[in-house]
């Protein structure tokens, strides 16, 4: 038996060992904490609904196996099964603060963009749908000085994302239905400016926490990013396939219309009115890939709507946006981000020609950010070294690590240099 095949059986037999044991061993619950990175979301900590003497606690003192699973999406068997590695252990009280008299221990597990064993989601690709989806993840963990065994997830918790509605739903006059999730921030102003994000091409579907987590824009609502707008609320909506769904075809790039973008604008404008404190003239749009192509598409049918957009990995073709389209956008604020080795929504087709026009018919308020390649903005797994895909140019505007225009100067905003956040707050109507 070849060594790779004889590592994989020894961990799968000794998942099905410890869950045998369980049955007769005394086993426990734990909470699993799920974190999204810039590259997707992880399980990096563990919460186990017990505490060990904190002198007795050491990393190496515990096994985490996990299993990995799905009724839908296929994944390979390499990824089905294995061990995790745990940095840490401490006590900490039901949440994984740390607090030396607290009645649960917590594990760090390691995570990291190579390592789909972290992962909870899976994307794949069908014959008729295809996406990010929520698999079974399971985990059994053992103390191995006292074989002590958890093995039951009684719950989960996701920073931020929990702090999200995710119950939305939406109906159109024209039967298309949409779900969304929304943050209303605590804030001492009297009117909250809105930010909206549209998923991308993988985040499809009917469970409104994928949009936030598969790609990290839940972090709108985070404190780094809030505290340019003072606080503002948040709108995630969600479409049931893809944004790009032509009404001919299954893709549209702007040569034709969309199924979406009139039952998306009317849900945007049924939670402006339902949410009296949102300010109507700080509406801010935005997207990455599908998302950026609806963007642009509100933008073009509503030009007068939206305070400022800032688009991601832009999907809408230049060549399909008319002259009277363009002047339409004239006189809106738009930063746009993409990446020039980006392989499936072209720079050179899309974001780069469009920016240009803008500026040739004097668009005063457009900037574009092309960065060369989509690296680890964290130095967390080799910085510079490290190159994720070049579509996923929203790394940088999820974490507001966008300065540069196209020109490579700072973007300056009543002569300061600002982040993309900090210009966007800045605009209004």
């Known amino acids: 038996m070849k060594r790779k095949q004889f590592l994989l059986l020894s961990l799968v037999l000794s998942i099905t060992f410890f869950s045998t044991q369980a049955q007769s061993n005394s086993s426990g619950d734990y909470t699993a904490v799920i974190t999204g990175f810039d590259w997707g979301p992880g399980v990096n900590k563990v919460i186990l609904d017990s505490s060990i003497p904190s002198e007795e606690l050491k990393a190496e003192d515990f096994q985490v196996l996990v299993s990995r699973s799905s009724a839908i999406a296929p994944i390979p068997p ?77 719950n989960r918790i996701i920073p931020i994302v ?112 339902e949410n009296p404190s949102i300010d109507k003239n700080r509406i801010y749009l935005g997207g990455c890939s599908n998302g950026g192509y609806m963007s642009l598409k509100l933008l073009i049918e509503n030009p007068k709507y939206f305070a400022a957009a800032y688009i991601s990995s832009l999907a809408y073709f230049n060549e399909f946006v008319s002259e009277a389209q363009l002047s339409s956008l004239k006189n809106i ?42 690296i680890d903005i964290t130095d967390q797994y080799g910085g510079a070294s490290f190159q994720y895909n070049g579509h996923w140019s929203w790394v940088y505007l999820h974490d507001n690590q966008v300065f540069y225009d196209y ?18 707050a800045a605009q209004r109507k």
């Open 78 to 154: 390499r990824f089905q099964s294995g061990e995790r590695t745990v940095l840490r252990a401490f006590p900490s009280n039901e949440e994984g603060t740390f607090t030396a008299e607290g009645d649960h221990t917590t594990l760090l597990l390691t995570v990291a963009p190579t390592n789909p064993l972290g992962s909870p989601i899976q994307y794949y690709r069908g014959e008729t749908s295809g996406g990010n989806i929520w698999i079974d993840y399971r985990m059994t963990i053992v103390h191995t000085p006292t074989q002590s065994i958890w093995n039951s997830e009684n």
């Open 407 to 424: 020109d490579n100067k700072p973007v300056v905003w009543k002569g300061k240099p600002v982040s993309i956040m900090e210009w966007m």
């Open 162 to 273: 929990d702090e999200f509605d995710t119950s939305g739903t939406y109906q159109h006059s024209d039967g298309i239905s949409l779900t969304y999730a929304s943050y209303l921030p605590q804030t001492n102003q009297t009117k909250t400016p809105l930010i909206i994000w549209l998923h991308g091409g993988g985040e499809g579907g009917t469970d409104p926490t994928i949009p936030l987590i598969a790609n990290k824009a839940y972090n709108y609502a985070s404190p780094d990013i809030q505290r340019h707008f003072k606080g503002a609320a948040v709108l995630a909506p969600q479409t049931p396939t893809r944004w790009m769904h032509g009404v001919t075809s299954s893709y549209t790039r702007g040569q034709e219309e969309d199924i979406y973008h009139k039952a998306l604008m009317g849900l945007i404008q049924r939670f402006v009115n």
């Open 333 to 374: 604020p738009i930063w746009f981000v993409h990446s020039q080795d980006d392989p499936t929504t072209v720079a050179d087709k899309t974001a780069t020609p469009l920016y240009k026009r803008l500026k040739q018919i004097g668009s005063k308020n457009v900037h574009y950010s092309l960065f060369d390649k989509v």
